[in-house]
């Protein structure tokens, strides 16, 4: 089985730029969760959906950051417009259930200039 | 005092050694608990969950304590493959995961 599918694996832009990330997440898993990783504040939840409803947004940072699932298959963290401080690598993951353990995709590594 | 709390080393052990990281939580009605590794540049992976009872799987062994709410991690016969950086996963009532900052493993010959 395929594992949870992150899109770019690398994005490179200039400050004010909008980025938008892709996820899918593993086939039946009905909870996604997109977090963001840097070496000054470890792993941090931004927001958490459970069957296609955001639940959770409040590790979103401000306005910039929208996240949407339109279905079960698929989601998008949009920044716009981005900021160098946005530099990070994002990642998606995702679980059968919420309680259950996450399945993290390979990451994007985000580096705005 | 931070939610989830780990010691970020770098533990820097031989090969053959048994090593231990703790990962201390805050919030006493946290449910479930979870190890995961992470390599350089790499995704989290999840080693193993941990149960109330405790649980085993090859070198590796979990362990709950939730008196001083508190889960451990102890690696037997360190592998060089050992190497990496790991990272505790406590979740409360919420669903909302929180993750440590991560221990960092060095097995050396």
């Known amino acids: 089985d395929a594992g949870v599918i992150q899109s770019p694996r690398h994005e490179v832009t200039e400050m004010g730029q909008e980025v938008t990330l892709r996820c899918k997440p593993i086939?039946?898993?009905?909870?996604l969760f997109w977090y963001r990783q840097t070496m000054m504040r470890g792993l941090e939840l931004l927001i958490y959906?459970?069957?296609?409803?955001?639940?959770?947004d409040s590790g979103m940072p401000e306005d910039r950051f929208s996240a949407k699932m339109p279905n079960a298959s698929f989601s998008t963290l949009k920044i716009q417009p981005s900021e160098p401080r946005d530099s990070a690598v994002y990642f998606c993951?995702?679980?059968?259930?919420?309680?259950?353990?996450?399945?993290f995709g390979p990451g994007t590594r985000l580096t705005v200039t | 005092r931070k939610e989830v709390e780990q010691d970020p080393g770098p533990f820097n052990v031989p090969e053959g050694a048994t090593v231990a990281f703790n990962c201390t939580y805050s919030?006493?009605?946290?449910?479930?608990f979870f190890w995961y590794r992470q390599d350089c540049r790499k995704e989290p992976k999840l080693l193993m969950s941990?149960?109330?009872s405790g649980n085993e799987d090859g070198r590796f062994t979990a362990q709950l304590n939730r008196a001083s709410q508190y889960i451990s991690l102890l690696i037997r016969d360190s592998k060089l493959s050992d190497s990496a950086t790991y990272l505790c996963?406590?979740?409360?009532?919420?669903?909302?995961?929180?993750f440590g900052r991560g221990t960092s493993l060095i097995v050396h010959p």
């Open positions: 993951a995702s679980s059968r259930d919420a309680a259950y353990e996450q399945y």
């Open positions: 941990v149960y109330s």
């Open positions: 996963a406590v979740m409360g009532g919420s669903y909302i995961p929180t």
């Open positions: 086939s039946g898993h009905n909870s």
């Open positions: 959906f459970n069957n296609n409803v955001p639940i959770d």
């Open positions: 919030n006493s009605a946290s449910q479930s």
